[in-house]
């Protein structure tokens, strides 16, 4: 095995076994593309300061570009020796280039190295899956945009509760992935911090100038304290928790539509392209993209609680633990990343049975009309809403819908009933046109889908 770096301070070589624990090129690859940026930009640093020649700066910087050019086509080649992507990354420079090679890293330690990589990385893959949560927006929008009048029973408790805009239901999911999209624009802001130059733990000992280095790289500001700097890993817990929040509101609508997509419910067709047969029952056409989608959503919350533990008992300054940074949050953002263009063909693939769905309604939901009626009528809310439940409770008990009952039972009930109230009953279900703001009459869904339009535009 070829020596380490570190070596010459110890009389005897790394046991293979603690290499292998050690080591962590078997993850960190990722990080190459925005390793090289970075060596990039403090080979330009340690120029701008003096402590590089225009000479050994052409050098690094042609064996950057020729690394990374091998990167692209696949034909870098890592070695068992090496620990990392920093160090595989630096072996190969050195071959390529030479003495110049072993200037790149004066002043710098690959603790400020891989936060600064990972927080471009968490950057750019924060960008990445903003875009595509507001692909899955679009997919519902258009969605609920088709099926603003159509009547849906709403649920609370899994029972039917109240009549709604299935539109408005379908937009409820909309509004909760467009909050994580905006939730992760924060978690790009707080990202924005550049810690390279804090070094090891108390900042680089080259006179480098950190404010430009954070401008050339695309970060808002250069980091305010190098402790902190190089020991932080709070943006990897709010992007962490940022993708496990995602995956819940995932799940919640995955479980919708696996709900409606029964049998029992019947409210959902899925297209043929987005759902999986049975390798032993032939007529089954099961919703396996939503389960999926359901169970992958755990995935996230135990990526995110499981750093958490990790970072919990920390003392400061960088320690090797920080290591488990990378695996959580690359699988994470992956996950993410596989879940929701998945998500937005199946949306598109879904057809609602709104016949099914009409026949579906209880008709016990018409008591909410008959505690209006009252109300309307002077009657108290509480007073109504026992009148409405004691109604509720006959037709129960005759097996029968509310509008077949009498009317002399009605009137049994309350004096206030009149003979309208059968007609008020016997009225099919309709979305109203007007109501109360944020609600799912049609004014309020149409406001929201322009909402969601114009802010998809944006």
Same mark, same amino acid.
């Given at each position: 095995?070829?020596?380490?770096?570190?070596?010459?301070?110890?009389?005897?070589?790394?046991?293979?076994?603690?290499?292998?624990?050690?080591?962590?090129?078997?993850?960190?690859?990722?990080?190459?593309?925005?390793?090289?940026?970075?060596?990039?930009?403090?080979?330009?640093?340690?120029?701008?300061?003096?402590?590089?020649?225009?000479? +050994?700066?052409?050098?690094?910087?042609?064996?950057?570009? +020729?690394?990374?050019? /091998?990167? /692209?086509?696949?034909?870098?080649?890592?070695?068992?020796?090496?620990?990392?992507?920093?160090?595989?990354?630096?072996?190969?420079?050195? &071959?390529?280039?030479?003495?110049?090679?072993?200037?790149?890293?004066?002043?710098?330690?690959?603790?400020?190295?891989?936060?600064?990589?990972?927080?471009?990385?968490?950057?750019?893959?924060?960008?990445?899956?903003?875009?595509?949560?507001? /692909?899955?927006?679009?997919?519902?929008? /258009?969605?609920?945009?088709?099926?603003?009048?159509?009547?849906?029973?709403?649920?609370?408790?899994?029972?039917?509760?109240?009549?709604?805009?299935?539109?408005?239901?379908?937009?409820?999911?909309?509004?909760?992935?467009?909050?994580?999209?905006?939730?992760?624009?924060?978690?790009?802001?707080?990202?924005?911090?550049?810690?390279?130059?804090?070094?090891?733990?108390?900042?680089?000992?080259?006179?480098?100038?950190?404010?430009?280095?954070?401008?050339?790289?695309?970060?808002?500001?250069?980091?305010?304290?190098?402790?902190?700097?190089?020991?932080?890993? +709070?943006?990897?817990?709010?992007?962490?928790?940022?993708?496990?929040?995602?995956?819940?509101?995932?799940?919640?609508?995955? &479980?919708?539509?696996?709900?409606?997509?029964?049998?029992?419910?019947?409210?959902?067709?899925?297209?043929?392209?987005?759902?999986?047969?049975?390798?032993?029952?032939?007529?089954?056409?099961?919703?396996?993209?939503?389960?999926?989608?359901?169970?992958?959503?755990?995935?996230?919350?135990?990526?995110?609680?499981?750093?958490?533990?990790?970072?919990?008992?920390?003392?400061?300054?960088?320690?090797?633990?920080?290591?488990?940074?990378?695996?959580?949050?690359?699988?994470?953002?992956?996950?993410?990343?596989?879940?929701?263009?998945?998500? &937005?063909?199946?949306?598109?693939?879904?057809?609602?049975?709104?016949?099914?769905?009409?026949?579906?309604?209880?008709?016990?939901?018409?008591?909410?009309?008959?505690?209006?009626?009252?109300?309307?009528?002077?009657?108290?809310?509480?007073?109504?809403?026992?009148?409405?439940?004691?109604?509720?409770?006959?037709?129960?008990?005759?097996?029968?819908?509310?509008?077949?009952?009498?009317?002399?039972?009605?009137?049994?009930?309350?004096?206030?009933?009149?003979?309208?109230?059968?007609?008020?009953?016997?009225?099919?279900?309709?979305?109203?046109?007007?109501?109360?703001?944020?609600?799912?009459?049609?004014?309020?869904?149409?406001?929201?889908?322009?909402?969601?339009? +114009?802010?998809?535009?944006?």
């Amino acid at each position: 095995m070829a020596e380490k770096v570190w070596q010459k301070r110890f009389s005897q070589p790394l046991d293979p076994r603690v290499h292998d624990l050690n080591r962590s090129l078997g993850f960190d690859n990722w990080l190459a593309p925005y390793d090289l940026q970075v060596s990039t930009v403090w080979a330009r640093a340690l120029n701008r300061c003096g402590l590089l020649s225009e000479k +050994d700066l052409k050098a690094i910087l042609q064996g950057l570009k +020729d690394i990374g050019a /091998e990167f /692209e086509q696949g034909e870098f080649e890592l070695h068992e020796a090496d620990e990392d992507i920093h160090m595989a990354i630096e072996r190969r420079l050195g &071959e390529l280039i030479g003495e110049p090679a072993r200037r790149l890293h004066h002043g710098r330690s690959r603790n400020d190295q891989v936060a600064t990589d990972l927080r471009l990385y968490a950057l750019d893959h924060a960008g990445k899956i903003r875009q595509a949560l507001r /692909e899955v927006i679009t997919a519902l929008v /258009e969605l609920a945009g088709e099926h603003t009048g159509t009547p849906f029973p709403g649920h609370t408790h899994l029972q039917q509760a109240q009549v709604l805009s299935l539109g408005h239901l379908l937009l409820a999911h909309a509004w909760s992935l467009k909050s994580d999209n905006e939730f992760l624009d924060r978690v790009k802001q707080v990202t924005s911090v550049c810690p390279l130059g804090s070094a090891a733990l108390g900042g680089s000992t080259a006179p480098v100038d950190r404010e430009w280095i954070a401008s050339e790289l695309g970060f808002a500001a250069p980091s305010d304290n190098s402790v902190e700097a190089v020991a932080s890993r +709070d943006f990897v817990m709010d992007l962490l928790y940022g993708l496990s929040r995602t995956g819940v509101h995932l799940s919640r609508l995955a &479980e919708d539509f696996i709900l409606w997509n029964s049998q029992e419910f019947g409210f959902v067709t899925l297209a043929d392209t987005v759902a999986t047969g049975s390798s032993l029952l032939a007529h089954k056409k099961n919703p396996d993209m939503f389960e999926l989608i359901r169970g992958k959503s755990g995935r996230l919350v135990g990526n995110h609680t499981g750093f958490l533990a990790t970072v919990k008992g920390l003392p400061s300054g960088y320690n090797k633990d920080l290591q488990e940074d990378k695996e959580p949050l690359f699988d994470s953002v992956d996950t993410v990343l596989q879940l929701l263009p998945a998500l &937005e063909v199946t949306l598109r693939g879904v057809t609602f049975n709104v016949e099914r769905i009409a026949a579906q309604l209880s008709p016990y939901l018409k008591a909410e009309r008959i505690v209006q009626y009252l109300t309307g009528r002077g009657v108290a809310f509480r007073e109504a809403y026992g009148i409405a439940g004691s109604l509720v409770k006959e037709a129960e008990s005759q097996a029968v819908a509310l509008e077949d009952l009498p009317v002399k039972v009605f009137q049994k009930a309350s004096p206030s009933f009149e003979e309208d109230i059968l007609t008020v009953l016997e009225s099919d279900w309709e979305i109203p046109a007007e109501g109360v703001m944020g609600g799912s009459n049609r004014k309020s869904v149409e406001q929201q889908l322009k909402q969601l339009r +114009d802010w998809i535009k944006r």
